[in-house]
């Protein structure tokens, strides 16, 4: 057999890379990770952290503008963002090192530095040096993708990336993209004071009563929405301007691109391995995370999957398990899908688990769907905050719960258990029957399921 430096080589060094090298050591294999930049990938460095802890800061200051308790009077005073960034950069600075350097000094695998790119089929070379592995991992995660649009290339234009790096808070701002990324940073700076407007149609992957109860809220706290098309940009004196396909023309002090995310695959030079790349340029895989290459796999982002850190974990796990067996008729672990949840963090937030009653059907299933307003949740009433609803979709024959959607204040924390509830396949009437904690959001979970049993009002406590 020929001998190898390495049993594994990851390309990367975000959540699917960290969790491949960490599976490939639990197995006592030597593992080594190649990062060309900042270690710890897009979720430490510039996605879930940085934005989240920043919406948690901006949505504290909109919450003591909009106290629902006028007995008991907040206030906010002036933005200070510098000091935001500061303490969003010491988070990360924290994060990157107990979460990334010190668990790989934990568990024993090297992280080296450099430019990854192969040479052949079988060769990896690092700056240029040649690297031995049995097999391979790409993770390179995926960047903010740019839509083909008028002038854009000739003009400066904020992404998310850029645009937490700002600064200073402009006194206006055009997000174009209604998704969650659109929303989240949209909201972001209209709750640290920008006057914001979003241009795209708003969750569209969304249950439609529960998108338009968050495009509301969004027009509520200020935000313009406009629910259409941008087909072209330009930079004007003090600004940017963006023309819709209606021929709406709308100003800004600056623009941020928010339409996607495109693999993260230049200078690994694929076509040298043989690794086939789809359309859109993600890398193409099987189930077991298999490329076109049976000694490289591919995991997180990078292979166009659900954009989300722990689906990017799940699939370097899968992908280390089989790229380290001894035959391919091994390889048999894989991503099951089912019940998988899903939060945009915006105010109120979005949450889903499992599937849309759209999905349902387009799935074959004859579902039946309720929905629960929140002014029929105690919790949401005590809260002064009504605004939000949770929609149920159940399988018509079995009763069994096939998705739950809510938007309202927290609601993503009720999605672990409705991930556990579709995943062990309980029905309706299993969540009427077990016991929910009185005055909190997970409450209507159990709420909603009862409308499938009885479609009238419970008493507040029953």
Avoid at 247 to 270: P, Q, S
Avoid at 290 to 310: E, K
Wanted: glycine letters at 10%; a negative charge; aromatic letters at 6%.
């Amino acid at each position: 057999m020929a001998e190898y430096e390495f049993d594994l080589a990851v390309v990367g060094s975000g959540g699917a890379a960290m969790a491949a090298a960490i599976t490939a050591r639990q197995s006592g294999k030597t593992v080594v990770l190649i990062e060309r930049a900042v270690l710890g990938g897009t979720c430490v460095n510039v996605g879930c952290v940085p934005s989240k802890t920043l919406l948690a800061a901006a949505g504290n200051r909109h919450a003591a503008l909009n106290n629902p308790f006028p007995g008991a009077p907040t206030s906010a005073g002036t933005i200070d963002l510098q000091s935001l960034l500061t303490q969003k950069d010491a988070l990360i600075e924290h994060l990157r090192g107990a979460k990334y350097a010190d668990v790989a000094a934990s568990y024993g695998f090297e992280i080296r530095a450099g430019e990854a790119s192969f040479l052949d089929n079988e060769t990896l070379a690092v700056d240029g040096v040649p690297l031995s592995a049995r097999s391979f991992i790409v993770a390179t995660g995926a960047g903010p993708a740019l839509p083909e649009m008028t002038g854009l290339d000739e003009m400066e234009y904020l992404t998310s990336t850029s645009a937490m790096e700002q600064t200073s808070l402009p006194e206006s701002l055009i997000v174009i993209g209604g998704g969650y990324v659109g929303l989240e940073q949209a909201q972001l700076f209209a709750h640290l004071g920008s006057t914001v407007t979003i241009i795209g149609r708003i969750a569209p992957a969304a249950e439609p009563e529960l998108a338009s109860i968050l495009r509301t809220a969004l027009i509520d706290a200020g935000i313009i929405v406009v629910e259409e098309h941008a087909v072209s940009v330009s930079a004007v004196s003090g600004g940017v301007t963006v023309s819709t396909g209606s021929r709406v023309v709308l100003h800004a002090e600056k623009l941020l691109i928010a339409t996607g995310r495109t693999a993260r695959t230049d200078g690994l030079n694929l076509d040298a391995a043989g690794v086939a790349i789809d359309e859109q340029g993600f890398i193409t895989v099987d189930d077991r995370q298999r490329t076109s290459n049976p000694r490289v796999f591919a995991a997180g982002d990078v292979t166009g999957g659900p954009q989300y850190v722990y689906v990017a974990a799940a699939s370097g796990k899968a992908a280390a398990h089989n790229a380290l067996q001894n035959s391919p008729a091994d390889a048999s672990a894989r991503l099951d899908y089912t019940g998988l949840p899903a939060v945009i963090f915006t105010r109120p937030q979005l949450a889903i688990a499992g599937l849309t009653e759209a999905e349902a059907v387009a799935g074959g299933y004859q579902c039946e769907c309720r929905v629960l307003g929140f002014e029929d949740l105690p919790r949401a009433l005590v809260n002064h905050d009504t605004n939000g609803a949770i929609k149920m979709v159940a399988d018509a024959h079995t009763g069994q719960i096939l998705g739950l959607s809510a938007v309202g204040d927290g609601v993503g924390e009720i999605m672990l258990a409705a991930t556990y509830a579709i995943r062990a396949g309980m029905t309706t009437r299993h969540i009427i029957d077990t016991w929910a904690p009185y005055l909190t959001m997970s409450e209507s979970f159990r709420l909603v399921a009862g409308l499938f049993h009885n479609e009238m009002p419970t008493s507040c406590c029953a």
